[in-house]
């Protein structure tokens, strides 16, 4: 288990550390709000599906806690409940994650209504808190299926029988409560003497592969090399034999019913050069972001994000000497400011071109089909959808 927590909680208080700032200073920002919540997850100062319902569960569990309902009747605490969570939902809808824990939460203070407001908050907190340590389990179960999945089936293992992987984006301690999900299997596999290298990608325009997951990589100590996005089809095509990428890995924002899944931007690029190349594509998802009532990826919402994003760029000042200065800090353009800009968050992976998806709860496999089908890991789920 990684010493990295990009959450700290307990009841009353909860710090979120900035990523921003990563991989240069660690600083931890006190979120007491959910307006506090609402601007970090925005400003993307935390990211990764789970790690973004956590904060959103636990910031309104310590407003609670400190006293934020002013409602003198149970219908009033959940209607004010109601109204902050649906307010916290916006700052980053495509997570469904988010979306997930959101109803979830409505559905037990409902359970609780009749307790007054007393009991409704109460029963609301333990249910956050809950969230908080269930990711945690659920990545550890993530790791030791995908790890055990990918010996199994990798089409290519080096001379000690062990294999390469690249990953996309952040999935790891930072993105989750610990341990990960895409690098939580990253982690399994080196933790069982199965890792030979893990290369990762920049991840472009937010950095987000060159700025944690690489410093997570190098934190661990596992054998890593960070390569540009536009790099991978020449990766793949060049490495020889005995480090040949058995597999690419990455999380899901969302994973829709047919198996269609939804990720940071360049996923859909990988996916298409993993498959030319003979190469397994996995997703790394908690069942939590699977979501069984949008049937298609077609359906799916993408953000669009601030064209600055492309267009300048922050960072920690290198001194003459080759040092990084962290008191000091520089944003700079790299491009004209004056040319248009599409900046999608993410993409569309088709089912078609994605080999397994991995859970807590076991790997799934596309059907004669070719769809992936859910209904054996999430059967109560899978019933209300189709009785609905």
């Known amino acids: 288990m990684s010493g990295l927590q990009a959450i700290r909680y307990s009841r009353g208080k909860l710090e979120v550390l900035d990523q921003l700032r990563l991989p240069h200073e660690h600083h931890y920002d006190l979120v007491s709000t959910?307006?506090?919540?609402?601007?970090?997850?925005?400003?993307?100062?935390?990211?990764?599906?789970?790690?973004?319902?956590?904060?959103?569960?636990?910031a309104h569990a310590v407003e609670l806690q400190n006293g934020s309902c002013n409602a003198t009747s149970g219908?009033?605490?959940?209607?004010?409940?109601?109204?902050?969570?649906?307010?916290?939902?916006?700052?980053r809808p495509t997570a469904v994650d988010l979306g997930n824990a959101i109803t979830s939460l409505k559905a037990v203070i409902r359970e609780h209504s009749s307790e007054g407001k007393d009991g409704i908050v109460a029963a609301y907190i333990a249910?956050?808190?809950?969230?908080?340590?269930?990711?945690?389990e659920t990545n550890l179960l993530i790791g030791e299926h995908g790890a055990k999945w990918l010996m199994a089936n990798a089409p290519i293992k080096s001379a000690d029988d062990k294999v390469s992987v690249l990953t996309h984006c952040n999935t790891g301690s930072l993105a989750t409560s610990g341990h990960g999900t895409a690098l939580g299997i990253i982690r399994s596999l080196f933790a069982g003497g199965d890792l030979r290298h893990a290369f990762c990608t920049e991840t472009r325009p937010y950095n987000q592969g060159s700025r944690l997951t690489a410093f997570e990589l190098v934190y661990e100590g596992i054998p890593a090399t960070l390569i540009t996005d536009s790099m991978a089809g020449a990766l793949f095509a060049t490495?020889?034999?005995?480090?040949s990428i058995a597999a690419v890995i990455v999380g899901a924002d969302r994973v829709v019913?047919?198996?269609?899944?939804a990720n940071k931007i360049g996923t859909y690029a990988l996916a298409v050069l993993?498959?030319?190349?003979?190469?397994?594509?996995?997703?790394a998802a908690p069942t939590t972001s699977i979501d069984l009532q949008t049937e298609t990826g077609s359906a799916i919402k993408i953000e669009q994000r601030k064209p600055e994003e492309l267009t300048q760029i922050t960072g920690a000042v290198v001194g003459a000497d080759g040092k990084v200065d962290i008191s000091r800090s520089e944003r700079v353009a790299i491009a004209h400011q004056d040319v248009g800009v599409w900046n999608p968050a993410f993409d569309v992976t088709p089912a078609e071109?994605?080999?397994?998806?991995?859970?807590?709860?076991?790997?799934?496999?596309?059907g004669p089909s070719g769809v992936f089908d859910f209904r054996e890991i999430m059967p109560e789920?899978?019933?209300a959808v189709v009785k609905s």
């Open 34 to 58: 959910a307006e506090e919540a609402f601007d970090c997850i925005k400003s993307m100062r935390v990211r990764g599906a789970p790690a973004i319902a956590i904060v959103a569960a636990l």
């Open 75 to 91: 219908e009033e605490t959940v209607s004010y409940i109601d109204s902050r969570l649906d307010y916290l939902f916006l700052s």
């Open 127 to 136: 249910a956050a808190e809950e969230i908080f340590r269930k990711d945690t």
């Open 239 to 243: 490495r020889k034999q005995e480090s």
């Open 257 to 261: 019913r047919n198996g269609d899944t």
């Open 274 to 283: 993993a498959r030319h190349h003979g190469i397994k594509f996995i997703v």
């Open 353 to 366: 071109l994605i080999d397994a998806v991995v859970t807590e709860k076991g790997v799934v496999e596309k």
């Open 381 to 383: 789920r899978w019933a």
